[in-house]
């Protein structure tokens, strides 16, 4: 062994890092308000919450809130899905009904039923990428991404293997059918603002 290969292993063993580590370091931080924090794939992400963004989430929250009680439609709650180091603080998120917290307080990635995410420029790439497998292993069952800057909704449903089976794109002003989900509603897009 090297000596940097003994230092590396040392530095690992000593301190592991993990998702209750990094999480207890950044509330020591100074996270400037208005903006949302979450990790993917080990990486600390930070970004700015928009008006136009704002505007999206309230109008899903508006709409999911139609079907489900407000205390299992969360949003900006952190919640650990499958991969390395991912703590996510979704846009939207329904938790499956009866679902109880862990004995830490967190929900369970388990008993997510639907995500949302809503793009910002920064954090894009996460959101169709890292974000979207994550939430496909955990098999949640319904991913919706709102693109404000595309002015469209990319809607994953079947997941399978780490991936979704069927993605439908739907332009902003026309309804977003989810009623063949275990959602069964529609949703309106007329309102989204585009960025």
């Known amino acids: 062994m090297t ?6 292993a040392m530095a690992e063993s000593d301190n592991p890092i993990t998702l209750d580590s990094l999480f207890e370091r950044l509330e020591k931080m100074p996270v400037p308000e208005g903006y949302k924090v979450e990790i993917v794939e080990g990486t600390i992400s930070t970004s700015p919450q928009r008006d136009a963004h704002w505007e999206i ?3 899903l929250y508006d709409q999911l809130r139609t079907r489900y009680p407000r205390q299992r439609v969360k949003s900006d709650v952190r919640i650990d ?6 703590g996510f603080a979704t846009d939207l998120t329904v938790i499956a009904e009866g679902a109880e917290k862990t004995a830490g307080g967190q929900w369970r990635h388990e008993d997510v039923e639907f995500a949302a995410e809503v793009i910002s420029k920064g954090t894009a790439t996460n959101d169709y990428g ?12 319904v991913y919706l991404i709102v ?42 897009t007329d309102e989204f603002p585009r960025d």
Request: include cysteine.
């Open 3 to 8: 000596v940097l290969e003994d230092r590396i």
């Open 57 to 59: 989430i309230a109008a």
């Open 81 to 86: 899905y499958p991969g390395r180091l991912n």
């Open 130 to 141: 890292p974000k979207r497998t994550a939430y496909a292993t955990a098999e949640v069952a």
């Open 147 to 188: 693109d404000p800057y595309q002015g469209k909704c990319h809607l994953f449903t079947q997941p399978k293997d780490g991936d979704y089976t069927t993605e439908t794109i739907v332009e902003f002003g026309t309804d977003v059918d989810m009623t063949t989900t275990p959602l069964e509603l529609t949703l309106k």
